[in-house]
């Protein structure tokens, strides 16, 4: 009997158990389920349903990773990114090496511009992953925009030992060179990532260029990549900026005026487009269309490179009075611009007033006597 009976709960046990496993392989099955379920629906933009999905694992299970991880990934693409730090936070004080939500925590620091604590996350994340090159990449970023500029370089030189040709690395680095104004290495490391993708490469890489281009006054090159980028969006403000910018630069003014005016067009407020139009009308010879354009752009707030080119129609139209009116108030509010007082000078000087015109620069000389176009205009009125 007693032997009947210790076989009986031994039977007993072994089903319990085999109940146990069953239903602790179910709940993992429901688990998983709903985890895919929510990851597909935070695909299709169906953030509620999702949510949903994920607090539906935590009714079965405290603290699951995948719902704390996942209601952070939700909240990271509504945006609400303080939303998103709770539930990251929440996750790693429970399960403090899972990688999704150090990547992800990370991320929403990289976003509030809390570089250094993004940093610290990111970090944490590669004592797992130490060749990871996409987290590498973000560390740089990040040094980049904290401007410790020299463990920015070593981390993108560091990705490029793992997988030559980055493009993230690589546009990084332009971005160091641009920023440092060696334009001739931002011009290598973007032309890289030009020659690697061709007609797929990013607008930005392409606007990047053209600007580099501009820096080093190869306008015509220039126009090649900003017209590249027009292509790709007609719209674009950079490239039609550096198109315009670029005609300036080689004297082409009515090409200039074209692009100016696109602008224009998609923004009629622009008060910095306005006053560039109004300069590219009086280099081309058509002051009415500058003054225009000059009192369009003051309409709408002061503008003191407007003003001047408005005090500088008057000069080139031989309103000389007015002209010196201008250029007296703007030395008020501009009292070392040393071309406001070249200009004056010139002013009085064309109405036959030397004495003026000498006076005027040798006062601006006293604060700033190194000043040498002041002084070759000076040497020229005393001859």
Known sequence: MDSSFNLSDEILAQEEMNFSND???????????????????????ETDKAKDAFNQILELEDNNNYALVGLGDTARKLNKFNEAIVYYNKCLSYYPNNNYALFGLADCYKVLNQYPKAIDIWQQYLTHDDKNITVITRIADAYRKIKDFKRSKELYLKVLEIEKDNPYALIGLGHLSYDFKEYHDALSYWSRVYEINQDNVDIRVLTAIGNCHRKLKTFDMGVEYFEKALEKDPKNFYALFGLADCYRGMNKQDKSIEYWNKILEIDPNNKVILTRAGDAYRNGGDLKKAVIYY??????DFDVYAAIGLALTCKEEGKYEEAIERFSKLIKTEPRNARLYSDLAECYSLMNKNDEAIKILEN????????????????????
């Open 23 to 45: 239903n602790s392989k179910e709940l993992n099955d429901k688990i998983s389920e709903l985890s895919k379920k929510g990851y597909q629906l935070l695909k299709e933009n």
């Open 295 to 300: 009192n369009k752009a003051l309409d709408i």
């Open 364 to 383: 601006y000389l006293q604060s700033d006597g190194k000043n040498i176009i002041i002084k070759n205009l000076l040497n020229k009125l005393k001859r």
